[in-house]
C-alpha cells in the first residue's frame, strides 16, 4: 500500500534533522486515532517490526545552515507498507488528522490537507531497476561493542552488508529459508553516489540514486513496498521503480 499525504506549514522552514518530525507527526495520528494500536508499534519496551517506509517531497527547497527553507510550505510525504492492516491503520490515523494544526517543531505546525491511495506497481520479471527516493541507509551492527558503522556505495563491502540487512530485514516475513535467494540477489550501480545524512544527531554515510536488482520476485516486491536497508521507518531506504529514468 502506497499513499501520498499532502501537508501545508504555517511557517516556511523546518529543521534539517526533519524526518524525525515526520516521525512524530505519525505518532500524534496514531495515538489519536487508535492508543493500542499505537502502543503495538511505539510502545518503548517491545515495540513490533515497523514494515513502512517514508519520503518526503519538497518543492524548490533552499538549504540553510541549521534549516530548510519551503518557500510555497508544502510537503508531500510518500509513505509504504507491504502490510495492508498496518496500511490501513495509518490511512484511517491520517484522514482522522485532515484540517488539524499538529506541531511539527518549536516554531512549526503543520496540518494535513488531503491523503491519497496510490496505484501500487507490481514488479513480475526477476530483474528491476529501483530509484531511492529516500537515502539507502546500509549499517553494520557490532553486537559486542553495540557500535554501528554505515557503507554507502563506493565502499567495497557494500553488497555484503547490504544484503546481510535485506536477510534481517526478510528472514521472519516468509516460512521459507531465504538464505539462498538472499545471497544470489545481484546489485548493479547504475547511478548511485554517497551522501551524508544526519538522524538524531548521528552522521550516516548513505546512498542515492539509481541501482539495478535481480533475484526472486517476491524479495522484489517486499523491498519495494516497504523498503530495503536500515533505518526505513525513519524516513530512508525507500525506493520506487525507475520506469525510463535510466
Known sequence: MRLAIYCELKENEI???????VVSLFKSCL?????EVYDQYY??????QKEYTFSTYFSSPKMKKDSIEIPNKKIIINFSTSDNILG??????FIKKIGE?????DLNVIKITKVVLQKEKKIAENKVTFK??????VRDHNLETGKDWYYACDDKEFD???KRNLYNQLKDKFTKDITNDIENLEIKNVSMKKIIVSSYGIK?????????MTGEQYILNEIYQSGAGSKKSLGFSMLDIAWGEV
Open 43 to 48: 510502545h518503548e519496551k517491545d515495540p513490533i
Open 31 to 35: 495515538s489519536s486515532y487508535d492508543k
Open 132 to 137: 531511492i527516493q529516500s537515502p539507502l541507509i
Open 88 to 93: 490501513i491503520n495509518f490511512y484511517n490515523a
Open 101 to 105: 494544526n499538529i506541531k511539527f517543531s
Open 160 to 162: 555484503e552488508i547490504f
Open 15 to 21: 529543521p534539517l534533522d526533519y524526518r524525525r518530525k
Open 204 to 212: 550516516m554515510a548513505s546512498t542515492i540514486g539509481i541501482f539495478e
